[in-house]
């Protein structure tokens, strides 16, 4: 088992990044270390180049991204935890497998077709090649498991398609260099959508504070957001059939749901009957308990710049290391002369 996943280091991170990427992270880290597996996760500091980015930001955000991961469980002597700006394996290996993507794959891309629009001769080369270097993070450590969003799945089939049309055209059948990787997406990672409007994702672009739970934010400003998330004024139903017409109600029993780790049927067993006037307050006080410690690790470690900086050369290290021999089968089966080594 090689568990593989990439986390982009942009903003503050929220109850949705938890609940819908790191606490899965976590699970898989502790599987794979118990199961004699590896388990990589990464900061994709380079796919921030594929859109406008001030580098300040992208210099503090990583850093408040490492200390998010770690305060949310991730643990530096379990998993290798890095960011790819310090393992130049990944963009060596990515424009190895330039030579192999084809145009057509990368045009089908949803992602790009949403981010560039209409105006697709104003992006940056990066925006069209970023499932590119995303197959080359995943293919580069022979990940196995790839735990990613919905929205990620294409990426990973592509991934998929470079290695097989790779493997087909320069390996032999019995020495494949790359393994295809599987996408991970587990049921149970919640979609945790806005506190405004049920029918978006919880984001941190949404201009409205009001509409995520940060991690960061203190005991009453959780409180305070739950008291005033949208909601109607019918009661809870008894089984989560009867919140098929109320994004906003299951949005929140869901998210209860999720963080006392039980299902939102188990949720309405405990609240149904009772108005949100009862089941806001129990939401805001399971929130504080689960997320309170998550902040108070997050604070201190951000300020540790010198913990932070150790933990990602650490991780870099041994990422490089694990990286090198998939890269040089790449470069041989390519036929690309790199001398012998002294
Ligand atoms: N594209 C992913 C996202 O936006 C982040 C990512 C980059 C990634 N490289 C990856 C995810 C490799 C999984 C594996 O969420």
């Known amino acids: 088992m090689i568990v593989v996943s990439g986390i982009q280091p942009t903003g503050k991170p929220h109850l949705g990044n938890y609940l819908g990427a790191i606490r899965n992270y976590v699970k898989l880290q502790d599987e794979a270390h118990a199961n004699g597996g590896q388990c990589l996760i990464f900061l994709a500091d380079l796919h921030a180049l594929s859109m406008p980015h001030d580098p300040a930001d992208l210099h503090a955000s990583t850093l408040e991204m490492v200390a998010t991961l770690v305060a949310c469980g991730l643990d530096p002597a379990k998993c290798v935890l890095f960011n790819q700006a310090q393992v130049p394996q990944h963009a060596e290996l990515q424009w190895l497998l330039t030579g192999t993507a084809r145009m057509g794959w990368l045009n089908r891309m949803t992602q790009w077709k949403d981010k560039a629009g209409k105006n697709r001769e104003g992006q940056s080369v990066a925006l069209f090649t970023y499932p590119v270097l995303q197959a080359a993070d995943v293919l580069i450590y022979q990940a196995t498991h790839v735990p990613v969003g919905e929205d990620q799945k294409q990426h990973l089939e592509l991934a998929r398609d470079i290695a097989q049309k790779f493997n087909n055209d320069f390996a032999n059948e019995d020495?494949?260099?790359?393994?295809?990787?599987?996408?991970?997406?587990?049921?149970?990672?919640?979609?945790?959508?806005?506190?405004?409007?049920?029918?978006?994702?919880?984001?941190?672009?949404?201009?409205?504070?009001?509409?995520?739970?940060?991690?960061?934010?203190?005991?009453?400003?959780?409180?305070?957001?739950?008291?005033?998330?949208?909601?109607?004024?019918?009661?809870?139903?008894?089984?989560?059939?009867?919140?098929?017409?109320?994004?906003?109600?299951?949005?929140?029993v869901s998210i209860y749901a999720a963080?006392?780790?039980?299902?939102?049927?188990?949720?309405?067993?405990?609240?149904?009957?009772?108005?949100?006037?009862?089941?806001?307050?129990?939401?805001?006080?399971?929130?504080?308990?689960?997320?309170?410690?998550?902040?108070?690790?997050?604070?201190?470690?951000?300020?540790?710049?010198?913990?932070?900086?150790?933990?990602?050369?650490?991780?870099?290290?041994?990422?490089?290391?694990?990286?090198?021999?998939?890269?040089?089968?790449?470069?041989?089966?390519?036929g690309l002369v790199r001398g012998r080594p002294a």
């Open 175 to 252: 020495a494949p260099v790359f393994t295809l990787p599987e996408p991970y997406i587990p049921e149970e990672a919640a979609r945790i959508m806005s506190l405004r409007d049920g029918s978006r994702k919880m984001s941190k672009s949404e201009p409205s504070d009001m509409s995520r739970i940060n991690l960061t934010d203190d005991a009453d400003t959780m409180a305070q957001k739950i008291k005033k998330a949208k909601t109607d004024p019918e009661p809870l139903p008894s089984e989560v059939a009867g919140l098929a017409e109320r994004p906003e109600a299951l949005n929140l």
């Open 259 to 334: 963080l006392a780790e039980t299902t939102p049927d188990a949720v309405l067993a405990e609240f149904g009957g009772e108005g949100f006037g009862k089941f806001k307050p129990a939401m805001a006080d399971l929130c504080v308990a689960k997320l309170g410690p998550i902040r108070d690790r997050f604070v201190e470690l951000k300020e540790d710049r010198e913990a932070l900086d150790a933990i990602l050369a650490r991780g870099a290290l041994q990422a490089r290391e694990l990286a090198t021999p998939t890269l040089d089968s790449a470069y041989q089966a390519l």
